[in-house]
């Protein structure tokens, strides 16, 4: 029994063999028995998580072409649980030796009966003849204690402990749903509801602060709240590019971080004790719970987020960084105030710069056309004067074939005459002697 014992605790596993419960998820949920009211204003509650986390050791493989399925594997898990359900049950890590997979229940009751049935089972997969051996324990979600903030609060230097921010009273809460603490949050449809895992597009509602304020103040006054996506440090601070922010973000779709400033220590304590180890409930309303007719639906009673925790250790809302904060958001909205007049600036002179070359482009096209308009009317001078040298040409050169004919004419008339009066000077001695005869 000794060994027994011994061998059982060797094999016994612990919280840090496991990555922590996902944050920022939003998921169904149909239990809310253990949820204690937040704040019914916003429909909104707190329930302790229940994750699990198990280990699967995997036996040697010798055949290296042989796999495990880890879709059996966890098949089996969900098998050797009953009754309980292993709701989003999924594979951490992976490796030769290990299977390592979390999942959530659906109360903390049935989590320790989970653990119970689970830690020291063994399970059979087809293929092989060994059994593996199945490991569970409880996963509880990182949040400090009041040592952690004690301790850092009093090693920390430069600190007064009578200003608010450079003492324990600012909770840090982050991966938050944005629509949740959005001003529509009481017109949440069932539709939406289902999408609300999963926010598609640019479409990301906006967080407010009064909402913010609303879900803390059950734990005591509320001095001052600060959300970066809507408090931008460089002045930007317009719907359209906090809703471009929040959907550029990493991590889930529409999810925002908050800082909660208390005015006393005492609620910041309440506050976080309260959510440490807890998921964020959001209780949909009666009509979305069942049809018209009264018979029940696959709709969820509430829909359940797990944020991340902690206390603030950069000092945001103290008032040096308030005030740094608003120097720097002041300088920011200077030089963006002389970046736009340098545009402007710039702007103007590229618009004279093109009103001028546009005149020069509209004097060079206008001188081109003039002398393109010249250079035609030169061609049509020259072929005008051609013309009318050829037609003086031709008038000169008809001139003188006429004068040619004329002075030929007449060289053949001084011939005829001259050739009739030889012809009369031979007749007229024959004419007297003809005379004499008679």
Not at 317 to 333: D, F, P, Q, V, Y
Not at 338 to 346: G, I, K, P
């Amino acid at each position: 029994m000794a060994n027994q014992r011994k061998d059982t605790e060797a094999t016994r596993i612990t919280m840090k063999e496991f990555q922590p419960p996902r944050a920022g998820v939003v998921t169904r949920c149909d239990d809310a028995t253990e949820a204690v009211p937040l704040c019914p204003e916003l429909r909104l509650c707190l329930k302790p998580a229940a994750c699990l986390g198990i280990a699967v050791d995997l036996p040697q493989l010798t055949d290296k072409c042989r796999s495990i399925s880890n879709w059996e594997v966890m098949e089996q898990l969900r098998s050797m649980a009953k009754p309980h359900q292993l709701s989003h049950l999924r594979v951490q890590t992976s490796s030769l030796s290990v299977i390592r997979l979390d999942c959530e229940l659906p109360n903390r009751r049935a989590l320790a009966g989970a653990v119970k049935q689970l830690d020291g089972g063994r399970i059979k997969l087809a293929g092989f003849s060994d059994f593996l051996r199945v490991r569970a324990v409880q996963l509880k979600p990182p949040c400090p204690t009041k040592y952690n903030w004690e301790a850092f609060f009093r090693d920390a230097e430069g600190l007064d402990a009578m200003e608010p921010g450079e003492r324990p009273d600012t909770v840090r809460i982050g991966q938050l749903p944005c629509s949740w603490f959005s001003d529509d949050v009481s017109g949440l449809s069932a539709g939406q509801s289902q999408q609300s895992a999963e926010p598609s597009g640019a479409s990301v509602d906006l967080p407010t602060e009064s909402a913010v304020r609303s879900a803390f103040e059950s734990f005591g006054a509320v001095r001052r709240i600060d959300i970066p996506l809507l408090n931008s440090e460089s002045g930007s601070t317009s719907v359209a590019s906090a809703a471009s922010t929040a959907a550029a973000a990493p991590g889930p779709l529409g999810r925002f971080e908050a800082f909660v400033q208390f005015v006393d220590c005492a609620g910041f304590e309440r506050c976080m004790t309260a959510l440490r180890g807890a998921k964020l409930l959001l209780l949909l309303m009666p009509a979305q719970l069942g049809s018209s007719d009264g018979s029940s639906s696959s709709a969820p009673a509430a829909l359940s987020v797990l944020p991340t925790l902690d206390f603030d250790r950069t000092g945001r809302l103290s008032l040096r960084s308030i005030r740094r904060r608003e120097a720097a958001r002041r300088r920011a909205e200077a030089a963006a105030e002389l970046e736009r007049r340098r545009r402007d600036r710039e702007r103007r002179r590229l618009e004279r710069a093109a009103e001028r070359a546009a005149e020069r482009q509209r004097r060079a096209e206008e001188a081109a056309l003039a002398a393109r308009i010249a250079a035609e009317e030169r061609r049509i001078v020259a072929a005008q004067r051609k013309l009318e040298s050829i037609r003086l040409l031709s008038e000169l050169f008809r001139r003188l074939r006429d004068e040619r004919r004329r002075k030929e004419l007449e060289k053949r008339e001084a011939r005829l005459r001259r050739s009739l009066l030889k012809r009369r000077r031979q007749e007229m001695p024959l004419a007297g002697a003809a005379v004499e005869d008679t």
